[in-house]
């Protein structure tokens, strides 16, 4: 007979494997940083290593905690190792949006547009930005998790409702660390809830 009782944790690791989702998508104005890249006086140019902030004319421009946090976990932590990163953003301004991007450190020696895979910085609708993020990662939208601080419009609900199976999460003050777990912790919920209706 074999009954070592093995199954336990491999089975453990199998679900906790399977309630991270496979894309993680970041709005970027007023989720990611403050201020909006419209407000800026002057474009992006130049990055201050004291306190990770990017000059734009008169301005600086700071990364919000959580944005952080969850990029870097996305890099670096084992648990994230079949997730990607991708930017979704209705941006005026898409050449400063990619310039914070380059300039921006997450980790030392690595920027934001290390990280980020997939970019979607355009005016338009966030609908289209997934639908465009789906043709190209080849990933279902029940494998997505979306932040957005939705203080123009509810992206979050328009993508719940465009793009069905996305899970979402309003970051209204910016991108916090306490968004970005409670976002897992809803995707996690709503994929073994999706697994015990199957």
């Not at 336990?8 to 906790?16: A, E, G, K, T, Y």
């Not at 991108?175 to 912790?185: F, S, T, V």
Request: net charge neutral; charged share 25%.
């Amino acid at each position: 007979e074999r009954r070592e009782g093995v199954g336990i944790v491999p089975l453990v690791s199998v679900v906790r494997a399977m309630a991270v989702p496979l894309l993680v998508v970041l709005d970027l104005d007023m989720c990611c940083w403050d201020p909006e890249m419209f407000q800026l006086s002057g474009p992006p140019s130049k990055w201050n290593p004291s306190d990770n902030s990017v000059t734009a004319g008169r301005d600086k421009i700071k990364m919000f905690p959580g944005a952080i946090s969850a990029i870097r976990d996305i890099h670096s932590n084992p648990a994230f190792k079949h997730t990607q990163l991708a930017v979704a953003s209705s941006t005026t301004e898409p050449d400063y949006a990619r310039a914070c991007m380059r300039m921006f450190e997450i980790e030392k020696g690595v920027k934001m547009h290390d990280v980020v895979k997939y970019s979607e910085i355009f005016c338009s609708s966030k609908t289209n930005h997934f639908a465009n993020l789906k043709k190209s990662t080849k990933i279902a939208y029940d494998d997505m998790l979306f932040f957005d601080d939705c203080n123009w419009g509810n992206n979050c609900a328009d993508v719940e409702r465009g793009c069905p199976g996305v899970i979402t999460l309003a970051t209204p003050n910016g991108m916090q660390d306490r968004e970005w777990k409670e976002g897992l912790a809803k995707f996690a919920k709503a994929k073994l809830a999706r697994g015990a209706q199957n």
